[in-house]
């Protein structure tokens, strides 16, 4: 009996141990900020309270392959009531699916209905109030884990605001920032010569 007693104690001491020196070999957890690539709002010529704001940002290859825990997109935005600034409109963001440049995203070419713009399956939204300074939060968790999964190439995400009776985003007041929280195991490279 003691024999045993001993050799569990021994046992658990080395999982122990295990469980202690494997978070420091290779693993890897923490907080980011993304940088943002571009940012753009267009509307709808024909109806100004129609707009879509894009945006992307460059995602580090160190979060490719990692578990995301959450990611959150802030966004000072500027914008117009329509005579009624205490009702507040939705806002989803879904994640872009064809290439675009700031200089060249035009309201005709898909971005008024979404086809074969942006993926609506994936997607998020919150509600504010249509003033400049308002703060979209948007827990974009799921649009950045479809990008560090590879299923989807990253091309940015799109925020379409609904209800323009009541008004409408008109641009960004300050720079967006997008933070991730990942955890997992850093996939090493080969070293020199396939080593």
């Known amino acids: 009996m003691i024999t ?44 100004p309270e129609r707009t879509r704001v894009l945006l992307r940002f460059d995602v580090p290859a160190a979060l490719l392959g990692t578990t995301i825990d959450f990611a959150e997109l802030h966004v000072t935005v500027l914008a117009d009531a329509d005579g009624v600034a205490e009702l507040e409109v939705p806002v989803e963001a879904f994640p872009v699916t064809r290439e675009w440049t700031a200089d060249a995203v035009e309201w005709d070419g898909g971005w008024d209905t979404g086809a074969d713009s942006w993926n609506d399956s994936v997607g998020t939204y919150c509600d504010i ?6 703060v979209l939060d948007l827990d974009v968790t799921e649009i950045v884990q479809i990008w560090c999964r590879n299923e989807e190439e990253n091309m940015g995400l799109v925020l379409v605001p609904y209800l323009p009776d009541r008004g409408t985003l ?10 991730v929280w990942y955890t997992g195991t850093r996939t090493y490279g080969p070293g020199p010569e396939g080593h």
Do not use: F, H, M
Not at 23 to 42: H, K, N, R, S, Y
Not at 170 to 179: D, F, K, V
């Open 129 to 134: 109030l249509p003033r400049d300074g308002s």
């Open 4 to 47: 045993v007693k001993g050799t569990l104690r021994i046992a658990s001491v080395l999982v122990l141990a295990a469980a202690l020196l494997i978070p420091a070999v290779g693993a890897l957890a923490g907080t980011v900020d993304l940088d943002l690539g571009e940012a753009v709002c267009v509307g709808d010529p024909e109806s």
């Open 170 to 179: 008109t641009g960004i007041q300050a720079q967006p920032s997008l933070w």
